[in-house]
């Protein structure tokens, strides 16, 4: 079974850039790797998806590992309204569901 | 926008009550999806539909059944509800690709 890693937590300053790393080693190749976050007190909410090339939007920016084994979250500039947990989801690990972990607790100081 | 619509925010029930959660999307998606949430274990799949009437395990389907009839509402019922089963329920909505989930905000469901 595929097997997704992420850092339990990781802390910020404001204004700084985060990498939220992920591994993903078992993912096999046409399967799109999603992030999602959730803010406290609400649902999950969408930041970003990939395949194989490097992703951005308007949340966030995705890079993804040439051998796909893992990729990277970027938040270009810390807010403290980015203070949420990061789940990293790598499709097909359970066929056409999408399955969240633990994720990983972003915290922003100012 | 995007609007998934659970029905109750905050539910009280009674150990052994039936208990239905409804979830409403009005965007014609294919997929949805029912989680709960507990502290430290983050989101857990309960069951998935893909379509009317179709449906799939997730990860904990014991003690949960699941209701597609009509493609904008899926409902997870709770046959005999158990004190265990208090936690934070939230519905999801998707595209046939899963590119984008959409939640709604969820209902905390606690059962004395």
């Known amino acids: 079974d595929a097997k997704t890693t992420q850092p339990n937590s990781m802390e910020s300053n404001e204004e700084e850039p985060v990498h939220l790393p992920c591994n993903h080693s078992?993912?096999?190749?046409?399967?799109?790797i999603h992030w999602y976050r959730q803010l406290p007190s609400q649902g999950p909410e969408y930041v970003i998806h990939?395949?194989?090339s490097n992703v951005n939007n308007r949340m966030a920016s995705l890079a993804i590992a040439e051998d796909r084994k893992s990729s990277t979250l970027i938040l270009h500039r810390a807010t403290l309204r980015d203070a949420a947990v990061y789940y990293c989801i790598p499709e097909g690990e359970y066929g056409n569901k999408l399955v969240f972990g633990a994720g990983t607790i972003l915290r922003v100081k100012s | 926008d995007v609007k998934v619509t659970q029905s109750s925010r905050y539910l009280v029930k009674r150990t052994g009550e039936k208990v239905f959660l409804e979830c409403v999307q009005d965007m014609d998606h294919e997929n949805m999806f029912w989680y709960r949430q507990d502290p430290g274990l983050g989101l857990r799949l309960i069951y998935f539909s893909y379509d009317v009437k179709m449906k799939e395990k997730g990860d904990i389907p014991e003690g949960y059944s699941v209701s597609r009839e009509k493609k904008e509402r899926f409902s997870l019922i709770l046959e005999s509800a158990s004190t265990n089963q208090t936690s934070m329920y939230l519905c999801a909505s998707a595209g046939w690709a899963n590119e984008k989930l959409f939640f709604g905000s969820g209902t905390q469901l606690s059962v004395l």
């Open positions: 078992t993912i096999s190749g046409t399967d799109y």
């Open positions: 990939g395949l194989t």
